[in-house]
């Protein structure tokens, strides 16, 4: 069970970018898979979630409309589509899965994650 992270650097305000985030080792079938972000200073918070099954998302308030997460099940990859970012977008963004088909409010909990992607850091100047 693996999840490859990629994507991210340094953009500036009002500006785009893409992460991606593969998972390898077995099928997201009844998984989800989202992002959370942690802000220097800050603790880890969730940004959004994709539940594979059926391809319903679920942002946080502070990126909804900005920030969208669509899936490719034939790559087993989640991508998130960041627009509009903002300085305060800044952080290292870690790819998540969570091993259990729910509502979607229960991704939202870092302790309800059961796998981790390596970070990656986004750093929006502006």
């Known amino acids: 069970v693996q999840l490859q992270a990629s994507g991210g650097g340094l953009v500036q305000a009002g500006g785009s970018l893409r992460l991606s985030c593969a998972a390898s080792?077995?099928?997201?079938?009844?998984?989800?898979m989202g992002w959370f972000r942690q802000a220097p200073g800050k603790e880890r918070e969730f940004v959004g979630i994709i539940r594979w099954n059926d391809g319903s998302t679920y942002y946080a308030d502070s990126v909804k409309g900005r920030f969208t997460i669509s899936r490719d099940n034939a790559k087993n990859t989640a991508y998130l589509q960041m627009n509009s970012l903002k300085p305060e977008d800044t952080a290292v963004y870690y790819c998540a899965v969570a091993r259990r088909y729910s509502g979607m409010s229960y991704y939202t909990q870092e302790t309800r994650i059961d796998y981790w992607g390596q970070g990656t850091l986004v750093t929006v100047s502006s």
């Open positions: 080792g077995y099928t997201l079938n009844n998984y989800a």
